[in-house]
Structures are given as structure tokens and as C-alpha cells.
């Protein structure tokens, strides 16, 4: 579930044909609309970065994270690649900005990043193995910490400081 707006709400469900289903809350509830035709393996995962925008990922089947977004109209979901375990995590750091955090099939936690030039290109952070799916929170721009359970069961963290990532460290 997210919210883009006062008194809106959208919420997302993965149907029993693996494809995305939408329905909204303004004023009253939408019916269920289809997202696009693509299916998907994990849950959707949505964020909004400002009024009027969400975005909406998960892991297609062919293992690659793949988005698609509102803003005003639905887009065709897109495939941002990479090979992909669990379920994405993301977050907003600016209007306009996302980061997306997934766990790699060596279990590494590899990130992407939307701004003013588009995507980044896939970048795998720190050396540390993920046994379960990350989760990132951003508290004020351009702020970021990124958590999961590390193989021998702990939770480790990891922070975007404004200019670089942390190395993970086991909490």
C-alpha cells in the first residue's frame, strides 16, 4: 500500500496469473485494474517520490527486476535486468529520486538508482552476504540506510552518508 496524496491510497497485489493488480481509495474505492501484462515471481513493491507518481517493482520471471510507474497514466512496465532473489526493496531520497535494493543470486546486496540522468547501472555494495531480502529507509535527502539478515543470522546495516555507502556492519 502506498499513498501519493492526502486522502489517496493505492493498493497492489500479485494475482493467480502472476500479473499486477491495482485499486485505489480517493473518495471512495476503484475496482481492481490490471498494471501491464507482465507477470512477476515476488510480490509488488510501490513508492511514491511525489504527488501524483508511484513507481512499482518486483522480480519478473526471467529473474530481473522490473518497473513500471504513474503519473497521471500507467507505463509499460520496463525490465531494469540484473539476476534477482526475493523481493526488491526501495525508497526515495528526492522528488524525482529512487533507490532500489535487491538481493543478488551470490546473495550481495546490488542497487540502482534513479535521478535526473535515468538509471544507474547495477552496483553490488559492501562484501557481505544477504540471507534474506534487504529493506531501505531514507530519512531526509540524501540519507539512506539499507538492512537485512546476514548469513549467520544477524542483522546488518549499511548507510548512504550523502556522498558514499558504508561498509555493512552486524548489529
Known sequence: MISFGKGHLDVFARGSDDRVYHRYYSDGWSNWELVGGWQMVSSPVAHSWGPGRVDVFGRGL???????????????????????????ATSSWA?????????????????????????????????????????IVTWGSPHAETFARGLDGRLIHMWFDGTRWQEWEAL
Open 95 to 135: 522528488p524525482g529520486g529512487l533507490d532500489v535494493h535487491v538481493r543478488g543470486t551470490d546473495g550481495g546486496d546490488y542497487h540502482r538508482w534513479y535521478g535526473e540522468n535515468g538509471w544507474s547501472e547495477w552496483e553490488r555494495l559492501g562484501g557481505w552476504q544477504m540471507a534474506g531480502d534487504p529493506t
Open 62 to 88: 526471467d529473474g530481473a527486476l522490473i518497473h513500471a510507474w504513474f503519473d497521471g497514466t500507467w507505463h509499460e512496465w520496463e525490465s531494469l535486468g540484473g539476476g534477482i532473489v526475493g523481493q526488491p
